[in-house]
């Protein structure tokens, strides 16, 4: 079973929220492969997304927030103050993204280049991406045709 799990801005991520859903269901019990999260990864004091991920992923992969750093600072000086990470849960991926919509959608299509690759080497599903809207990246021995991923 693949499924993805989304925390919006309106409903902020807290401690108990990040255990709950790892926990309880999503990447524990429901073969979650992807857990995306939205905003609270700020310098303010309720921005706390960052370490509520850290709390619990079992590995965490700085390069997605360097990534998205990177890809901001281009747009606004203010992206060094931007907190975003990754990490892995099991075979599950929890990737902080920035709040705002605009800077989500500077920042992902750049950084899901890499998602699908990531989670087939934390064993989890080939996914495949429609080309014309996001090329995934795999190294080319990594790569199967469609026939080859179904089987």
């Known amino acids: 079973m693949t499924c993805t799990s989304c925390f919006c801005a309106w409903q902020p991520v807290t401690f108990k929220r990040m255990r709950t859903v790892c926990h309880c269901s999503k990447a524990d019990h429901q073969g979650c492969c992807l857990i995306v999260t939205t905003g609270g990864t700020g310098p303010a004091p309720r921005d706390v997304t960052p370490e509520a991920t850290s709390a619990v992923c079992e590995r965490m992969l700085p390069g997605y927030g360097e990534q998205m750093r990177a ?4 747009y606004v000086p203010t992206a060094v103050l931007s907190r975003q990470t990754a990490g892995t849960r099991g075979k599950t991926l929890v990737i902080n993204l920035p709040g705002k919509p605009k800077s989500i959608r500077e920042t992902f299509d750049e950084v ?6 990531c ?4 064993e989890g599903p080939y996914i495949e991406t429609n080309e014309s809207v996001v090329a995934a ?15």
Request: hydrophobic fraction near 40%.
């Open 71 to 74: 890809i901001s600072l281009k």
């Open 112 to 117: 899901f280049k890499s998602i699908p690759y």
């Open 119 to 122: 989670i087939q080497l934390m």
């Open 137 to 151: 990246f795999r190294p080319p021995a990594d790569r199967r045709t469609a026939k080859q991923a179904q089987q």
